[in-house]
């Protein structure tokens, strides 16, 4: 089975600054997609990035970008230029697919708070 | 509406009762999930349903009976529950075959039972 660690339960940056969340997972498949959500206080969850394991290419959407080491079964999350809209809970996840039906392993979370 | 619905966005009931939780996907997918999402633990996936069948059921209870009439709609239907069920209810739904694999939720249901 697939399990996914998010081993900083909280995590501040200054507001323009960089952060960097962490995120391992573990898994004997050779193709698969990671992502990261994010989950602001308001609750809906929306998707941050998305990484597809056969590219080697890290994605980039604007000022939020990877570090996938996919050897090292690593797949960071960079925020760029912090803005005080960045605070929330951010998720990594792992998806699967099993007989044709995908499922989604999530993290326990990493709280992002952004200081003024 | 947009996206992913959920109603109602807050429910507290007794451990005697019946209620059931609603959720309505806009975006034309053909898969709908139930998650269960405790405070410091991951995101719990409870039930799946592709096509309108249900494909997975991470051994929940059976005081939880999910609904799935249709590609659109899911319920959550829930009948004598326990204090430790209260939790944050999730729904998502996603197009699995040809789709981009991104699962859109709704902003959950915060269920409390006393």
């Known amino acids: 089975a697939q399990t996914v660690t998010q081993s900083q339960p909280e995590m501040s940056v200054q507001e323009a600054e960089t952060v960097t969340l962490s995120c391992t997972y573990d898994?004997?498949?050779?193709?698969?997609?990671l992502f990261w959500y994010k989950q602001p206080p308001s609750r809906q969850m929306i998707l941050v990035i998305r990484?597809?394991?056969?590219?080697?290419q890290n994605a980039t959407e604007n000022r939020f970008s990877v570090n996938f080491q996919k050897a090292a079964k690593s797949f960071s999350l960079k925020i760029s230029d912090s803005q005080l809209g960045d605070a929330a809970m951010y998720f990594c996840?792992?998806?699967?697919?099993?007989?044709?039906?995908?499922?989604?392993?999530f993290g326990t979370g990493t709280r992002l708070t952004i200081i003024p | 509406e947009t996206g992913v619905t959920q109603t109602p966005r807050h429910l507290v009931m007794g451990m005697t009762n019946k209620k059931s939780l609603k959720c309505e996907q806009h975006?034309?997918?053909?898969?709908m999930y139930w998650y269960k999402q405790s405070a410091k633990k991951p995101l719990e996936l409870m039930f799946v349903?592709?096509?309108?069948?249900?494909?997975e059921n991470n051994s929940v209870p059976s005081r939880f009976s999910p609904e799935c009439p249709n590609s659109s709609h899911l319920f959550l239907h829930l009948h004598t529950l326990q204090p430790e069920d209260s939790a944050l209810y999730l729904c998502?739904?996603?197009?699995?075959?040809?789709?981009?694999?991104?699962?859109?939720f709704g902003p959950g249901t915060r269920l409390t039972v006393t």
């Open positions: 996840a792992y998806r699967s697919e099993d007989f044709g039906n995908e499922k989604l392993t």
């Open positions: 998502a739904s996603s197009q699995q075959t040809g789709g981009s694999y991104e699962q859109y």
């Open positions: 349903y592709s096509l309108e069948e249900r494909v």
């Open positions: 990484q597809e394991a056969y590219k080697q």
């Open positions: 975006l034309g997918h053909n898969a």
């Open positions: 898994t004997s498949e050779s193709d698969y997609y």
